[in-house]
Each structure stands twice: as C-alpha cells, then as structure tokens.
C-alpha cells in the first residue's frame, strides 16, 4: 500500500482533532505542514510539546517534530492534500443552535491561494449538510477550477482518551462533492485507515456526523 510519502499534507487547525491528525500523518511517513492562528500553540508543537491532553499524543508530536516530518505555521503553506479542522462554535442567541462556519470558509479562502490541479481539500469539522458545497463555492469566488481538483467531507467520531487509536481503527463515512471526489479521497485515508472506508456523497456524508452529534442541530442547506 503506497503512503505517497512524496504527498505534502496541510492540516489546517491544530486542535483536539487536528494536531493528533497530523501528527499520525507525520509519522505514516507524511510531511506535514500545520496551521494554527495561536502563536502560542505554533510555538508549542515545534518545540515537540503539545497544548491538549491526550494519551500518546506527546510521543507521536515529539517524534515528528524530531525527525522533521511535522512543521507548524500561523498561515497556510502550500501543499497536495488540505484537511480543514478548524472549531465550529454554535451561534449564540436564541433559536436552534446551528454551527458557525466562518472559521470554515476563512481556511478555504486560505487555501485558495496556493491551490493547483490534482490537490485535494477534505473538511473533518463539525458542519451544516451542505457546507463541503460551499467550499466548492467559495474556492471557485477565489478563482480556484473547482472541476480540476478534489473536495469531499470526511467526519471523525473519536473518544476523548482514544483519539490516537481510533483514528486508525474507527470506520470512516466519506463523501465527495462527486464521484471523482469520493474516490480520490477514499484512496488517501487507506494509506492509514484500517476501519472499513464507507463512500458516499457528501451531503450523507455530513448528514452522518450531525444526526448523532446533537439531536437539536439544524440541518440546512445551501
């Protein structure tokens, strides 16, 4: 099974889901190029610490950092493979909660600006159904030919305690934005996934990662 070790990975978003997702890329033989808007946990992770708590996180984040395969930055370097991790905080006010996206298009209009042909953007935050189209959306306002790459929607659903294993062990629902999409990103989370690849569109996809995750979330499209 290829590792596409010649694959540069962006990981954008160094959080309870991020930084344990790139440091298991990084040691999968990946470089990889994080991205965080805290100068603070910049600093942290290349230092070869970490600012969460988490089982084996530490070892895997010294490791990559040590051997060079984990880098991180306040802005977005360019790379073949973007995974968008960024906080979906829920909107205050009155009404149904819904989760704020801005964070969400912000890192897509980031990533825009070094985007090429054949890359792959994959979203793992917690999302409205119909977000991983608005990223379509918002990549082609930057200019981005949306029909030359790859944009699908990967949810984790991972235990606090357990995150570095199941992210390996757990099943995975992936939808793309079409069939091409799907595909390409299917074949990617192979290289390090051994729970079974479940592929969809991304709609379900997103539909699979809201139903469960709160029963008063508001599913909208766009």
Partial sequence: MSHLRDKKISVIGLGYIGLPTAALLASEGYEVLGMDVSQHVVDTINRGEIHIVEPDLD???????????????????????????????????EGIPTPNIDYVKEA??????????????????TCPVGTTDLIKDVLAEQGVNVDDIDIAYCPERVLPGKVMMELVQNDRVIGGINV???????????????????????????????????????????
Avoid: W
Avoid at 62 to 84: C, H, N, Q, W
Avoid at 108 to 125: N, Q, R, Y
């Fill in 59 to 93: 070892a895997y984040v010294r490791s990559a950092v040590s051997k060079g395969m984990f880098k991180v930055y306040t802005e977005v370097k360019p790379s073949d493979v973007y995974i968008l991790c960024v906080p979906t905080p829920f909107h205050s006010g």
């Fill in 108 to 125: 897509a209009k980031s990533v825009a600006l070094h985007i090429k042909p054949g890359d792959i953007v994959i979203l793992e935050s």
């Fill in 180 to 222: 091409e999409s799907t595909e390409a990103a299917a074949a990617f989370y192979r290289n390090f996934v051994k729970g079974e690849i479940l592929e969809t569109d991304s709609r379900t996809a997103e539909m699979c990662k809201e139903l469960p995750n709160n029963d008063h979330t508001q599913v909208s499209g766009f």
